[in-house]
Structures are given as structure tokens and as C-alpha cells.
């Protein structure tokens, strides 16, 4: 057996120089004795970590705000929202994707995660798959990505082939793209229309993105998602009333919401939902108005589902 090490390729050496340039690569010095300490001055660290993450998201606002303004043009106009990414990036992606049918009463297609390495990959690490940029690309042709729609690629390094390949794809067919990383002048970011870098520093432990960069990740794209629905008209005030009561947590949500949006006893948001087949927003309207719940599921239906639009066209009908 040889005592010489193996050859490293010029492609191997390149990445490991790239990485050790990466923020969330570093070693972070605060901490070099983490494992030393006691699980409470373990977790206060981590905790004091994890307030990083949220100044980081904090400080990217306004590349958020630009995003979630073109993703709301893109679905106005009968578009999708489209997220994908490796690893921890991408099961954040799919979360958020399968969390918006339920909240917001929303077709399971309007919002799509995808993750390199298939539904697999959502339990067990399919690592290489994000090396393969025609994988990204091949994925977004899979689902018909056209150009009503919106893309972010998301990559704790902002660099990952997988999310590069799936930009250029949406680039090509010219949906909104968007690179969301964790590192600032990324090069997800520089490939996209739009970047949104959420610097979060080194992790705790060294390297370890499914940590600050998964906390940023998760935030960002819980405000994208659900300002994007506020804006569609999915929220009153800051009720869900387009919640899916599927089961009967989701069913005496729907009747306090009905309550709190009315002032109204529980038997009589009963009795409004039953009424409208369970529509939260129609309740809302019979009960405010008196309306025949027939005619305010056609109300909300002519006003795009928006229940202040529905509210006036209704008020303003009764005061001719």
C-alpha cells in the first residue's frame, strides 16, 4: 500500500479553495470550545446563533420585498411559485410548498418545491444529485416551468450546480428567477433576476447549513409565501379565512374565525358555515351582510375571492 496520497483533481482543488471563501464554510472562532461546554451554555449558544440568522434576514428586507412584489405579478396573472434546492435548502422549499394548500385554501399546484434527488431525498440524503446542473434544469422542464411563472433556487453556498442549472432553465424560458442564498455575492444571485442573500456568518458547527442557513431559509421563504397570499386576497385583516377545514382542529379554527371576524356566538358561525358548505369567507359575508349564501359565494367568486372587495359589492348593492 502506497503512503502516498491520492491525486486530487484541478476541478477538486478548485472547490475546496472556493468553499474556504464562503462565509458559512469558516470556522467560527467564538465557539472553538463548543463541545466543551454544558448543554445549557451549549444551547445559549446556539440560541445566540440563531439571533444571527434573523438580524441577516432582517437586513435582506428589501431584496425580499422585490421578490414577493414579482412573485405576486407572476400569480396574478395565473402563474405558479416555484422553489428548488439541495439538501436542507430544499426540504425547506418543499415545507413551505405543501404548508400553503391547507393554510391558504390554495390548489396544491400553485406553489411547488422541489428537491434535487427526488421525494427521497426528503428522508434520506441523496448528496450527489446536487452536483448535477442538467438534473436542476431537467426538474423545472418536468413540471412544464414556463414564463407566467416564478423560480427561486435556493443554496445555503450559492453555488450549488443543481440550483445554477435550474436558474439558467427558468432564465431560458423566461419565468422569474430568483437565487436565494446564504453568502452575499452569490453565484446563484449573480445568475438570476433577482437575488436575495441572507448572510447568516459561520455556523456553530463548522459548515453545518441545516442550522443559521435553514433558519434563514425557513423565514424567508414563510414571508414570501405567506405576503404573497396576503396580497391574493387569502387573509382579512390577519385572519386565515381561506383555511381548509379538513379536520376538526381545522373545523373549530374556522368557526373562531368566523367569530372573531364577526363578533358573532359560536351556534351562529356554526350555522353561517354550515350554511356555505364550510366556506369561511362566504360565513363571513352571510353573517355580516345577511346575505343568501348562495349569492355570497357568488359575490366572493366575482371578486376574485377577496372578502373586503365581496364586503362593499355587496353593501354597496343593498344601498341602491
Do not use: W
Not at 445549557?40 to 420585498?65: G, K, R
Not at 434527488?117 to 426528503?122: C, M, N, P, Q
Amino acid at each position: 500500500m502506497s503512503g502516498h496520497p491520492p491525486q486530487q483533481s484541478a476541478e477538486h482543488r478548485a472547490l475546496r479553495e472556493l468553499l474556504g471563501e464562503l462565509s458559512t464554510e469558516q470556522v467560527n472562532d467564538a465557539h472553538a470550545g463548543f463541545d466543551l461546554l454544558s448543554t445549557e451554555a451549549q444551547l445559549a449558544a446556539m440560541q445566540a446563533e440563531s439571533a444571527q440568522a434573523v438580524a441577516a434576514v432582517t437586513e435582506a428586507t428589501p431584496q425580499i420585498a422585490a421578490a414577493v412584489d414579482a412573485i405576486v405579478a407572476r400569480l396574478r396573472s395565473g402563474g405558479r411559485l416555484v422553489y428548488a434546492g439541495a439538501g436542507t435548502a430544499g426540504r425547506m422549499g418543499v415545507l413551505d410548498a405543501s404548508e400553503i394548500p391547507p393554510t391558504f385554501g390554495t390548489d396544491p399546484a400553485l406553489v411547488v418545491g422541489l428537491i434535487a434527488g427526488g421525494d427521497g431525498a426528503l428522508r434520506s440524503a441523496v448528496e450527489n444529485a446536487e452536483d448535477d446542473a442538467a438534473l436542476g434544469a431537467a426538474d423545472l422542464e418536468a413540471i412544464g416551468l414556463g414564463p407566467s411563472d416564478a423560480f427561486i433556487g435556493i443554496s445555503a453556498s450559492g453555488r450549488t450546480p443543481y440550483v445554477l442549472g435550474a436558474i439558467e432553465y427558468a432564465k431560458r424560458v423566461g419565468a422569474l428567477s430568483i437565487g436565494f442564498a446564504c453568502n452575499a455575492d452569490s453565484a446563484i444571485g449573480a445568475a438570476a433576476d433577482l437575488a436575495i442573500e441572507t448572510v447568516v456568518g459561520p455556523e456553530i458547527v463548522a459548515g453545518s447549513t441545516r442550522l443559521k442557513g435553514g433558519t434563514a431559509q425557513k423565514l424567508v421563504l414563510n414571508a414570501i409565501s405567506t405576503i404573497a397570499m396576503v396580497r391574493l386576497g387569502k387573509v382579512h385583516g390577519n385572519l386565515m379565512v381561506d383555511v381548509q377545514a379538513t379536520n376538526a382542529k381545522l373545523r373549530a379554527r374556522a368557526e373562531r374565525i368566523v367569530m372573531q371576524a364577526t363578533g358573532v356566538d359560536a351556534a351562529t358561525a356554526s350555522a353561517a358555515l354550515a350554511s356555505v358548505d364550510g366556506h369561511v369567507k362566504a360565513a363571513i359575508l352571510v353573517t355580516m351582510t345577511g346575505v343568501d349564501p348562495q349569492l355570497a359565494l357568488a359575490r366572493l367568486a366575482a371578486e376574485d375571492g377577496v372578502l373586503r372587495d365581496a364586503l362593499s359589492s355587496v353593501r354597496d348593492t343593498t344601498v341602491e
